[in-house]
């Protein structure tokens, strides 16, 4: 089978296509056939670049998500999923191949009248910004939730997830262009941190409450803003590493804060599992086109799996709205 491979980590000059044995499923996998994957920030960061070590046992092969169907059970998986159910996956790593194998309870059914493309966009991005939101974050209607990099695959979903549960949404983001799309999403308010303070403007904005949960994929020089335009007894979820300089800890003991660090990556089996079944039973089924509220995932482009090298050239341009798709030879 076809995969992206890495030999050494650097630029995207160092990515090219390898033909790879097919990988065996082991007791309670599934064998799953790709048609679709993503590219994730923390692909290029940890995966592509070698910044951080990867999990146990994870594949060597890039890609946190996949989609199209079940080609072959493992031992112990018969009667949960059956040969030629569609199925999308969030993975520890090999995504980005013709096939992967999947523990059975880290795929889902997707959701009729979505695309493959569409499906390969929710697994890693949708359940990162569910488990904060509604299992760590406890989103309530009405409060105030802050979101940074609000047009990316973790921005245009946690703005969907916030208007389901009620609460107001502030976005952050570099351009008009991209607040406007937030804007258009749902978000109540968007502020461009390139010609203004997001720190005064949310307070302007809540009347000095500040917000109750912050969602931060950037962190680094932005946690002391952050820390002062967080409501008191707020909660500060922190989803990508940074040196982060100064006395965050004091700040947020003051306001009675929590912190709360993510990467879905490098959580074990069980979680994943537990957040998937509660994703699946709690969100997944506003995915149907017959939901007033229907959640939809927003895709920038797809590039074809030998332009794997432009793709992670034009990611890193920081320019997507949405997810970036990759689409694999059949």
Known sequence: MLAVHLDKPGGPENLYLKEVDKPNPGEGEVF???AANTLNRIGLTSDRK?????PPAASSILGLEASE???KLGPGCQGHWKPGDSAMAVLPGGGQAQYATVPKGLLMPIPVGLSLFQAAAIPEAWLTTFQLLYLLGNVQARQFVLIHVGSSGVGTAAIQLTQ???AIL???AGSQHKLRMAEKLGAAAGFDYKEEDFCEATLKFTKGAGANLILDCVGGSHWEKNVNCLAVDGLHGLMRVANINGPLLSKLLFKGGSLITSLLKYRQIKYKQMLVKASTERALPHFSRKDPQRLLPLLDRVYLLMEIQE???YTETDKNMGKIVMKLPQ
């Open 32 to 34: 799953l056939k790709v």
């Open 164 to 166: 389901m549960a009620g």
């Open 170 to 172: 502030l976005v952050m």
């Open 311 to 313: 793709a992670h050239v």
């Open 50 to 54: 070698g910044q951080y070590t990867p």
């Open 69 to 71: 169907h079940v080609a």
